[in-house]
């Protein structure tokens, strides 16, 4: 958010708002309170807002290197290209199946890595080949 040229006191509130989170359980009873390690509390309303603002380094580098012609979407039919979307606290990138782009790709997520300190979580990615070679009729 520093670097983004956020002001001293919000950054402060939403380290404030999100650092010194507690929790209680409700399990056939409501269990002692306990300090919350990492993350955004459930239902937390800085969430959407910390999420959009922490992807929006990543999403400014694939903007570029989709300007450069150096990662391409697919092409959806009757539609537009597709590279990446955002929903909730998830992301999607939709890259055309080249090895070209998959080596983009993942440059750029490394490049997004060493500048924001956030790092790709392995366990939670899913890479989906797929080919339309002859399009439904629908599409």
């Known amino acids: 958010m520093r670097r983004m040229g956020f002001n001293s006191a919000v950054i402060e509130l939403t380290q404030a708002l999100v650092a010194e989170g507690h929790a209680k359980v409700h399990l056939n009873g409501i269990t002692n309170s306990f300090k919350l390690e990492r993350g955004v509390r459930q239902g937390c309303p800085v969430l959407l807002l910390l999420f959009g603002v922490s992807t929006q380094p990543l999403m400014k580098l694939l903007w570029e290197g989709e300007n450069k012609g150096e990662i391409l979407g697919i092409n959806i ?13 998830d992301s999607g990138v939709s890259i055309k199946a080249e090895e070209t782009n998959f080596k983009n790709l993942c440059k750029i997520i490394g490049d997004f890595e060493k ?25």
């Open 77 to 89: 039919p009757k539609s537009r290209l597709l590279l990446h979307r955002l929903f909730a606290d």
């Open 115 to 139: 500048v924001s300190g956030a790092l790709l979580n392995p366990s939670k990615l899913v890479i989906i080949p797929f080919a339309l070679q002859h399009p439904p009729a629908w599409l």
